[in-house]
């Protein structure tokens, strides 16, 4: 997972951000904020962890994929991919 | 937002088991661990976040919707939610 | 379901704009049309399908839950909903 | 787009199913159907975009980043699909 190493600290600063996200979430709903508020926090935490998976992915696919010489860890790194896509939405 | 007063302790132990999920993320990515294993983990803290959404939803809909006896107020936070699940997905 | 037939034009001109997108998508199939340029199709069939989703429940919402004076059928009404949205995405 | 060619029969079929879907959705609403029951129809038909989605992506990775040999293809298609995927759900 060099490419997460490489950008670590980018992805790491990432997380914290969605971490400081929860947080607060858990503070609005201990001081009993508005409702429509905490619904609006809940989806802004969502979508930053949405964008965190687009960035490990990009990050995956660019290593163990597209820069990846031997065609059969590129099928059997593709195929763990899709599966994974697959379950994400619907 | 009585309902989430009602439902506080639920709602608060939920959000701090996303918080921990966000917690083992970002040890993950310290750590260097294996990609899938950490584009499992987003899912699994995206997919919690949803879960936290809904529960929030309900409780909501049941106090400003559902008992709510003025129409006018109804139309109202309806018309609120409608626009939060607008965005909320694709 | 009177709010549908009151919407009924809007809701039925939405829904064959649908199908002439599902239709332009199987051409595009099979006239084997650049694959990037399918993907678009498909995102874009997909996302006025949750339009339509959200047009639907909108009607929904506003005649068996906010202009409905028993609380028992507003209570009924909203579980189903809720049942269905968490379903509807991840 | 020769994966689409290989798998055209494949992705024809399952397109078509989902053009049926679309047809079976607007007789509902020509006849006033349950609403709820709309509400499921219209899910399930997203729910196969999506599936199809996922199908012609599998096919689109196999042939122009997995199997492809220029190291800069891989690049560009790969920075494509995933710029796709970001704006593809939340």
Known sequence: MAHVN???KKLLSRVRRVAGQVAALEQAL????DCSAVLIQIAAAKGAMHS???EVLTGHLAE????????AVR??????IVELLRGYTK
Request: no cysteine; glycine share 0%; proline share 0%.
């Open 52 to 54: 965190l998976m687009m």
């Open 30 to 33: 201990q001081a009993d904020a």
């Open 75 to 80: 099928i059997r790194e593709t195929a763990t």
């Open 6 to 8: 490489r950008d670590k």
């Open 64 to 71: 163990h994929v597209v820069a990846e010489r031997d065609e």
